[in-house]
């Protein structure tokens, strides 16, 4: 079957930096992507990884290594803002988005 | 950026009304859309899949009279829940796919159904 493992949840402290981690187990793969969600509204892109390595944005940065079906998100400089949650989601074969949980980051001041 | 608007942002019926939600990719041509349902505090979840001038495919234990879709358009997909319950609701959240940007989804607002 398909799967996506992500923490449930993870608190950090503002100014600091936090990492997030999925795992992933599908049929193809075709890219990776973490969205940002706050509660109440549609997730927000944040990154698309298709090749190994780490790719930076700001103050977000992704990486994926394809071989160990893994993947971290990288968030810098803690803002009381960036308190989301945030979704991990692999594209199979059929170009189907498949869906991790997400993982509920809390900011701490 | 591409931008998908949703319509309504939200609504309350009565059990039993049919309610109509809209989903619009504004600046560019969807070929494909996705509609999800989100119930709280947990990941989203596909309802079906829905290309321009076909039929939608939904996914195991979505029942597709009860969830109706047309994707008339490139660019409008409307989800109709029909003879709706309180158990239908939840955030239902349409998303539009384009190409041309890494197969990547731009999501709608979503829409929040409650059903008394």
């Known amino acids: 079957g398909q799967n996506i493992d992500q923490p449930t949840e993870m608190t950090a402290t503002e100014g600091a930096i936090v990492q997030i981690n999925c795992t992933y187990q599908?049929?193809?793969?075709?890219?990776l992507f973490w969205y940002q969600q706050h509660a109440g509204e549609a997730p927000t892109f944040l990154s698309y990884n298709v090749l190994d390595g780490l790719e930076e944005k700001g103050r977000f940065s992704s990486f994926l290594s394809r071989s160990k079906g893994y993947s971290y998100l990288l968030l810098k400089e803690l803002q009381m803002k960036d308190s989301a949650s945030y979704l991990c989601a692999v594209m199979d074969s059929n170009y189907q988005l498949i869906w991790g949980a997400g993982t509920k980051l809390i900011i701490k001041p | 950026g591409a931008v998908v608007s949703q319509h309504p942002s939200r609504v309350i019926c009565k059990s039993g009304t049919s309610v109509k939600i809209e989903c619009r990719s504004l600046d560019f041509q969807a070929t494909t859309m996705f509609w999800y349902r989100q119930f709280p505090k947990q990941s989203l979840m596909l309802m079906a899949t829905s290309n321009e001038g076909s039929k939608a495919t939904y996914e195991q234990g979505v029942e597709k009279d009860k969830f109706l879709i047309n994707h008339a358009s490139l660019t409008l997909s409307t989800l109709t829940v029909t003879s709706a319950h309180p158990e239908d609701s939840s955030f239902y959240i349409c998303s539009a796919r384009w190409v041309k940007i890494d197969n990547e989804q731009f999501f709608g607002p979503g829409t929040r159904l409650t059903v008394l």
């Open positions: 599908t049929s193809g793969f075709n890219g």
